[in-house]
């Protein structure tokens, strides 16, 4: 069965600062992983997303991620955070195993506050 | 490119009624799927279609229902809609099933039933 956990709830750093948050996946097999943001009121927006080669992802709005293999992990991440970067951010695993299903499976999401 | 449309946003309806929500995938994709969010469950899959196919179905009752159509448009519709149907439903499009596809939302429909 495939599985997503972010550990936190809630997140806050102050502006400027680095930010990690957290996600850990199990899958059977071999993941595609995911991260989606949302904004008060608003549908999900995609960030970046995890296949293969590199394990370090870069997406949006500077926004990066580490896939590890050991650890079942795939943090998000950003160098330095904006006021703006403030919203509920959710982790996404689809098992590659399963090809041909193509749903997620959500973590509960973190909500970022970037404190000016 | 347009993204994924939904209509409408916003909707109220009362107990016992029917629903439905209709999704305009991205221009060029062929899968669309259904996902409900709610604060206490968070993000559940509801259902996929490709090629006006169901192919993939979530853990919801036979109230909740779809259909694809040969434009790729989808709809779903919830019947008998009870207190705890009250959610967001997002649809999203992808070019493709499966693998490393990215999957888009669009901006969801707030159905609350009173």
């Known amino acids: 069965a495939q599985s997503v956990a972010q550990p936190e709830d809630q997140v806050n750093v102050a502006e400027g600062n680095p930010l990690t948050v957290k996600c850990t996946y199990s899958?059977?097999?071999?993941?595609?992983l995911f991260w989606y943001v949302q904004y008060p009121n608003r549908g999900l927006q995609f960030l970046l997303k995890?296949?293969?080669?590199?394990?370090l992802v870069k997406g949006s709005y500077g926004f990066e991620a580490e896939f590890n293999k050991s650890q079942t992990s795939f943090h998000l991440k950003k160098p330095s955070a904006l006021v703006s970067d403030s919203a509920l951010y959710f982790c996404a695993v689809r098992d590659r195993v399963a090809s041909g299903a193509n749903n997620l499976f959500f973590g509960t999401g973190t909500r970022l506050t970037v404190i000016p | 490119k347009a993204g994924v449309t939904q209509t409408p946003r916003y909707l109220i309806k009362t107990r016992g009624q029917q629903v439905t929500l209709s999704c305009s995938p991205i221009s060029g994709h062929r899968s669309v799927s259904w996902y409900q969010q709610t604060p206490g469950q968070g993000l559940q899959f509801l259902f996929e279609?490709?090629?006006?196919?169901?192919?993939n179905k979530g853990n919801f009752p036979g109230r909740f229902s779809g259909r694809q159509f040969s434009n790729s448009r989808s709809e779903m519709n919830v019947s008998t809609l009870e207190l705890g149907d009250s959610a967001l439903y997002l649809c999203?499009?992808?070019?493709?099933?499966?693998?490393?596809?990215?999957?888009?939302f669009g901006e969801g429909s707030w159905l609350t039933v009173v």
């Open positions: 999203a499009s992808s070019s493709g099933q499966g693998g490393g596809n990215t999957i888009y």
């Open positions: 279609y490709f090629s006006e196919t169901q192919r």
């Open positions: 899958v059977s097999g071999n993941p595609y």
């Open positions: 995890y296949i293969t080669g590199d394990n």
